[in-house]
């Protein structure tokens, strides 16, 4: 069993910053990727920014140069640092990952959301 556990999320106020965390937990894992999506109310889930266990990062239009995602592999944690806040970022902020487990085994798992709301 894995689990992602988010941490992070708050009120700020435009042009502030918060940095997400997405610590990934269990047995006999290795990490492919780590996402961050967000959804706000009444739109589709969108991919924010993403990073490969190789370290290679992309990024949402709306967010390049503003956010940035990293990882610790050790502590097999993600981070998402998201500078100059608009209003338009309010969602709630999920974690994915894709994992193997094992010899040709994969699979896909999403934390519980954070919510993030920036005030005008």
């Known amino acids: 069993q894995v689990q992602l556990v988010e941490s992070g999320g708050g009120l700020v106020q435009a042009g502030g910053s918060l940095r997400l965390s997405c610590a990934a937990s269990g047995r006999s894992f290795s990490i492919n990727y780590m996402n961050w999506y967000r959804q706000a109310p009444g739109k589709q889930r969108e991919l924010v920014a993403g990073?490969?266990?190789?370290?290679?990062?992309n990024y949402a239009d709306s967010v390049k140069d503003r956010f940035t995602i990293s990882r610790d592999s050790a502590k097999n944690t993600v981070y998402l640092q998201m500078n100059n806040l608009k209003p338009e970022d309010t969602a709630v902020y999920y974690c994915?990952?894709?994992?193997?487990?094992?010899?040709?085994?994969?699979?896909?798992?999403w934390g519980q959301g954070t919510q993030v709301t920036v005030s005008s």
């Open positions: 990073i490969t266990s190789g370290g290679r990062t």
């Open positions: 994915n990952a894709g994992l193997s487990l094992g010899p040709g085994r994969y699979a896909n798992y």
